[in-house]
């Protein structure tokens, strides 16, 4: 199972951009197909992007054409350029092997768009 740490969340203004990292361990991350994925307050965890082992990748609707999901496999780590940020984009964002379902998640880190 992906052991994940996140990191790279903030307080960012709308319209503005963040760079979230995820150093995953405990999987072979190079075939891993890998996602990142969110939960706003009171709301359900969502899976918006997802990237393969040969790097397709595939976004939710509302992040599409905004979001970029990258990886690198020499460092474990996974990545998400998020530009244009919208309020609506506030959640406490987590990665974990693509379509995951069970109780192993990381601390997630927290992103907050706001004026």
């Known amino acids: 199972q992906v052991q994940p740490v996140e990191s790279g969340g903030g307080l960012v203004q709308p319209g503005g951009s963040l760079v979230l990292s995820c150093v995953a361990s405990g999987i072979r991350f190079s075939i891993a197909h890998m996602a990142w994925y969110r939960q706003a307050p009171g709301g359900p965890r969502e899976q918006v992007a997802t990237?393969?082992?040969?790097?397709?990748?595939n976004y939710v609707s509302s992040v599409r054409g905004r979001f970029t999901i990258s990886k690198d496999n020499a460092k474990s780590t996974l990545y998400l350029q998020m530009n244009n940020l919208q309020p609506e984009d506030t959640a406490v964002y987590y990665c974990?092997?693509?379509?995951?379902?069970?109780?192993?998640w990381g601390q997630g880190t927290p992103v907050t768009v706001s004026s």
């Open positions: 974990n092997a693509a379509g995951y379902s069970g109780s192993l």
């Open positions: 990237i393969s082992p040969t790097r397709t990748t």
